[in-house]
């Protein structure tokens, strides 16, 4: 009793900069979210204040309050939550995003920018999308999605977030899941209801995605691109010029000859092509034996044609497909299975590619006729 009533409103708050706001990743104590700390002899009271009403991490934040209050041997831990007003509000925003929406130049300037793209759908883009940013997460990558598949959206069920983004004075706060920071219209229009947008809508929202969203400074940014060459990438081309672009296929010959355009595509518009993902290689029957259900060679073939290396073959696996429908990522699931350790290895050469590109210098290459 004697220890804890020594203990001080100091020794609180130092023990409660211990606590992030689990979406700002901030100690609380940094975002002036800690309102009050009052000591008694034996207990402990703490007043925060949330960024918004019905904050969906409410009870995270309560739990972790009081784990790191009672670090201090503290018996009794009494945690109160108020709402931050719109004026403290804008004040953190200020804090976090500037005065306003981040400018185009400043956003992921410290980034490695990846768009995954496919000349048609049907090939497993958006489930690679989603295994390869929680793969690069678990590699110790902090990593973040830009759903830019407006009309086809999936990657929010894909990852299984089914809460909205909290907005903080009109700065997004993009929602989490396995590590991995996701912005996408499916978070603001309803799973059934379709997006009937003309292109300028599209390059507004697709704005807003980079602007208006406090991304962090992730280290990579995967952009999950909708099929084919149509607005969106003339638009992420714009905007992010120095982004690359993974292209995904399957070993089907025709999907390859279509894949083939998004590739030029991205060469039209500057944007380097740094390798291609060959999905649905083969299934592993229960006999052991791997059938070629959608052909052989696909892959190999494009990534021959277009100069790149093939950075791996996804075998088709049921736990693959049945993942993206809950929100498990057979990356997380199944981390030991022949596609989980496929995706890996994807992830592992795309940083050996990063870290060598900085070793090596940078020379021009002329543009493709």
Known sequence: ????????????????????????????????????????????????????EGYPLKAKIHDDVISAVKTLDVEQVYVDFTTMTDDQRAELRRQLHGGGAASMGDVFTSSRVIAVASGKGGVGKSSVSTNLAVALTRRGRRTAIIDADVYGFSIPRMIGIDRKPVIIDRMIVPPEAYGVAVISIGFFASENSPVIWRGPMLHKALTQFVTDVYWDKPDVVIIDMPPGTGDVAITM??????????????????????????????????????????????????????????????????AQELGVPLLG?????????????????????????????????????????????????????????
């Open 237 to 302: 081309a714009q905007f992010l010029p120095a982004a690359e672009v993974v292209v995904v296929t399957t070993p089907q010959p025709a999907a390859q000859r279509v894949a083939q355009r998004a590739a030029y595509m991205a060469r039209k518009v500057n944007l380097a092509v740094s390798g291609v993902i060959e999905n649905m290689s083969w299934f592993t029957g229960h006999d052991g034996f791997r059938y070629d259900i959608f052909g052989s060679g696909g892959g190999e073939l494009l």
């Open 1 to 52: 009793m004697s220890q804890a009533s020594a203990i001080t409103e100091e020794d609180v708050r130092r023990a409660l900069s211990s606590v992030d706001d689990p979406e700002l990743r901030r100690p609380i104590t940094e975002l002036n979210m800690v309102r009050g700390v009052v000591v008694a002899p034996g207990r402990v009271h703490v007043s925060v204040a949330l960024t918004v």
């Open 313 to 369: 073959q996804i075998p088709l696996a049921p736990a693959l497909r049945e993942g993206g429908d809950v929100g498990a990522p057979i990356i997380v699931t199944e981390p030991d299975s022949e596609a989980a350790r496929t995706i890996d290895a994807v992830a592992g050469k795309l940083l050996d590619m990063s870290a060598r590109r900085i070793r090596i210098p940078v020379v021009n290459i002329a543009k493709p006729s």
